[in-house]
């Protein structure tokens, strides 16, 4: 029977702007001595498995020379029964418990058959090219995409904007005519 893991607390801080120059390793130092000082009862009373992708205890226990704030993390961390379990095996315990719960059934045949393998093998075409503009001035907008297909054949075309718009705009509606274009062209 598998056990169910229940939030016990949740701890929430403002760093200050001093820790926030903190290195990494360091700011994970720091969360694991303030969960240390909130939940002191838990710490003293159990073994703790630390399940992290870096392991802050090997960085303040092996480093040469300690800070002030290293050596005081170091006597806090010493005081306790704290396991470091690196988070990559964990996400590999939990896939291994996941196909142990599920087991395949029996009367399931194992086929080294790949349905629909044609549609696995597709054609590589060479890309179009898009080149687009717009332009407005005080009689109107306008818009021209033009394309230049994969065998070097130039396709252009122009529009005519009813409406007035910025430069920005035109160019804009002009990239939107020019991928409607070729969202229509490849159906």
């Given amino acids: ?108 045949e194992l086929s080294d058959d790949l349905p629909d393998e044609d549609v696995l093998v597709i054609e590589i075409t060479p890309p179009w090219k898009m080149y687009f503009d717009g332009a407005s001035h005080k009689e109107g907008a306008g818009a021209g995409v033009v394309f230049v297909t994969s065998e070097g054949e130039v396709l252009p075309y122009s529009f005519t904007l009813t409406q007035n718009c910025s430069n920005n705009m035109t160019e804009y509606r002009a990239l939107i005519f020019g991928l409607e274009m070729a969202v229509d062209t490849k159906q």
């Fill in 1 to 108: 029977m598998m056990k169910k893991e229940n939030a016990l607390y949740y701890l929430s801080r403002t760093m200050t702007p001093n820790e926030l120059k903190y290195s990494p390793i360091e700011k994970l130092c720091l969360a694991l001595i303030f969960a240390i000082q909130k939940l002191k009862h838990y710490f003293q009373s159990h073994s703790i498995h630390l399940v992290s992708k870096a392991n802050p205890l090997k960085y303040v226990m092996t480093k040469p020379v300690l800070s002030d704030r290293l050596a005081r993390w170091y006597l806090q961390l010493q005081q306790f029964e704290i396991t470091y379990v690196p988070q990559k095996a964990i996400k590999g315990q939990v896939l291994a418990d996941f196909l142990a719960d599920h087991p395949m059934p029996a009367e399931w």
